[in-house]
C-alpha cells in the first residue's frame, strides 16, 4: 500500500475518532463500522496515533481527553482533511477549556466568558487572564476556514475596541477582577486560533494558534515591547495598603 494510500486511511480514521468521542470513550469496532475499515487496518492506525501520544488505547477502547481531541483534529488537517469538517467535530467548550488550561499552568488567573458594560454598551471577553502586571484578552476563534487579511482585521479591531473598554471600564463594583488591586496593568489584547494561520500579528496584535500558546507565553514578557499593549495606573485603589 502506497503512502496517499495511507494517509487517506488514517485521515479517515482519525476522523471517525472524533466524530465518536465525545463521550471520551469509543470502542474500536465502532470506529471500523464508522469509517469502513477494517479492525486490523484500524488497529495498526491506532497503534501509530497512541505512540505519537494523541490517543490512549488499550486494544479494544480509545480514550481522548479535551486535549487530545484538540490535536487529533489538527492532525486530521495535517492529513489533508477539510478544516471545516475537521474542526466542526470539536465543541466551543473544548477549545476555550484548553487555553483556560493552558494559563492556569502558567501561573494566571482565568476568567471566561467575561461580560461588561461600558459606556451603556455591553461586551463579553472570551477569556482574560490575570498574572500581574499582565492582563491577557483574548478572543477565541473557532475558524473552519481559511481567513483573509481584511476579515482579520476587522476581527482584530473589534478585539482592541473590547481590550480598551474593559480597561476603561475598571474599576467596576459588577466587574470584579484582581487586578484593580494592582498598583499597574498591561492589558494585551489577542486572537487564539484553533489552526497555525499564514498572519502572527495584525495591527501588533498577536494571532496564536492553540497549540503555539505555550511557547507565545513562554516568550511574552520578553516581546511585550513588539506588541500593542495598553497600560493603566490602579494606585488610587491601593491608598490603604
Request: glycine share 4%; aromatic share 8%.
Amino acid at each position: 500500500m502506497h503512502r496517499g494510500s495511507k494517509k487517506i486511511i488514517e485521515k479517515k480514521i482519525v476522523l471517525s475518532i472524533l466524530k465518536l468521542t465525545n463521550q471520551n470513550v469509543v470502542d474500536v469496532k465502532i470506529i471500523s463500522k464508522d469509517s469502513k475499515f477494517d479492525s486490523k487496518k484500524v488497529k495498526l492506525c491506532l497503534i501509530k496515533l497512541s505512540q505519537e501520544g494523541l490517543i490512549t488505547f488499550n486494544d479494544e477502547f480509545v480514550e481522548l481527553n479535551s486535549i487530545s481531541r484538540i490535536m487529533l483534529s489538527i492532525k486530521a488537517i495535517e492529513l489533508g482533511a477539510d478544516i471545516e469538517n475537521a474542526t466542526s467535530l470539536l465543541c466551543w467548550q473544548e477549545f476555550e477549556g484548553l487555553a483556560a488550561i493552558a494559563l492556569e499552568r502558567n501561573n494566571f488567573s482565568v476568567k471566561k466568558n467575561l461580560r461588561f458594560t461600558y459606556l451603556k454598551k455591553r461586551n463579553e471577553m472570551d477569556i482574560v487572564g490575570l498574572k500581574k502586571p499582565i492582563i491577557l484578552c483574548i478572543d477565541c476563534k473557532h475558524w473552519h476556514q481559511e481567513i483573509t487579511y481584511s476579515s482579520l482585521k476587522s476581527i482584530v479591531k473589534d478585539q482592541i475596541k473590547r481590550t480598551k473598554a474593559l480597561m476603561d471600564s475598571l474599576p467596576n463594583i459588577s466587574t470584579k477582577l484582581e487586578c484593580t488591586m494592582w498598583k499597574n496593568g498591561i492589558f494585551i489584547p489577542a486572537i487564539l486560533s484553533l489552526v497555525p494561520n499564514r498572519y502572527k500579528f495584525c495591527n501588533l496584535v498577536p494571532i496564536i494558534p492553540i497549540l503555539q500558546l505555550q511557547d507565545f507565553l513562554n516568550q511574552l514578557r520578553g516581546n511585550i515591547q513588539q506588541i500593542k499593549i495598553f497600560k493603566k495606573t490602579f494606585s488610587h485603589l491601593n491608598l490603604g495598603s
